[in-house]
């Protein structure tokens, strides 16, 4: 072999060699990394293992007996107020009462000039009485009579004249009588009194003042008891006539700030719904001996429908409503979380009453969107003391992937 071919052969076992080296280089290289990765993985780095339990709150619920309320703006109104008018042609004598002042039923208010009336009234009483004095004379007459017949003295025409003397005489006796009481009752007209126990309102007459029918004197407005009415919608009809037929239907009212509730009960529901507002008007009649509730005046109104006794009671942030319904999170003595179906029977400020729980159950109220069904859950009270079944997050890593 020359030294030119000689020079060929080794420098080819040079790129050979060089090229074996290279390649079991970068495989180790690329082996070590998948290994590393791999071991990385199994490890349970920072992003390799399951999450950890769920942090939540949870409460027990409640059993009461929760009223159903229908809330409305109403006015107190009162039922009965009087606009006092004289019934007769007068000149006001003496004014009895100052405005605003409450009155009792039968109270004089009100006194006119009585003169004339009285005077009437004495002429009638003394026409009566000399109708009976009359009737007492031809009474006798006609006693006197029938003896003298009896005797054959006179003849039955006289007797029978006396008799239609003494029914004419009657007669006339009674016709003055009606009138003699027709003039006291115009003379009663000349004192006005109370027509019930209330309130008076403004006064716009004086002694000395001349009035007549059309004249208005002041109103009388009864206190005690008061209504208050209001509106609900025509969707309540039917619970407030169902209440109706159980009996009383309690209703409250909410005069305003710094001022006790007053109660009462359901008076009247209208016979007829209100087609372009779609509600129905109804009434309350309350006890009003303090006058807390004053006419004209706007209140809060709760109407209590219904009671549901014994109701189950759970916070509304405990409720979910999904596509596939409404349910709760319940934790069962594993602390693992399971939806629960409910139904909302009435809810009520923070609180709702459902069906579907025993009430001895523990109900999710926090942290529930982080939840899955079956998963076991830390309890927020725990701070960082696991699940309190194992001491560490593993168990509770093995339970969610099982």
Known sequence: MNKKNAGIVAAALIAVGVGGWYVNQHHGAHAEGAAGAAAEGQGGGKNGGAQPPAVVNVVSPQRQD???????????????TVDLHPQTTATIRQVHIKEGQFVKEGQLMFSLDDRADRANQDKAQAQVERDRAQVADLERQYKRSQDLFAQKFIAQSA???????????????????????????????????????GRVGGIGVYPGS?????????????????????????????????????????????????LAPVDGVLSFVDNTVDPGAGTIKVKAEFGNRETTLWPGQYVNTKVTVQTIKDAVVVPQSAIITSVQGTFVYVLDKDQAAHPVPVQRLHS???????????GSERIITEGKQNVRPGARVRLASEGGKGTGHGGNHGDADVASKG
Do not use: C, H, W
Not at 165 to 175: E, F, G, I, N, W
Not at 211 to 224: E, F, M, Y
């Open 66 to 80: 929760v009223p159903v309320l229908q809330v409305a703006n109403g006015t107190v109104t009162p039922i009965r």
């Open 159 to 197: 007797v029978d004249t006396l008799r239609a003397q003494v029914d004419q005489a009657r007669a006339t006796l009674q016709a003055d009588s009606a009138a003699a009481r027709a003039s006291g009752v115009a003379t009663s007209y000349t004192a006005i009194r109370a027509p019930m126990s």
């Open 210 to 258: 001349l009035v007549q029918p059309a004249t208005s004197l002041t109103t009388v407005t009864q206190l005690d008891p008061i209504d208050v009415a209001f509106t609900l919608p025509e969707s309540s009809l039917a619970a407030l006539l169902a209440a109706q037929k159980r009996g009383k239907v309690a209703v409250q009212v909410l005069p305003g700030a710094g």
């Open 348 to 358: 009520f400020g923070v609180d709702a009453a459902v069906s579907g729980l025993s």
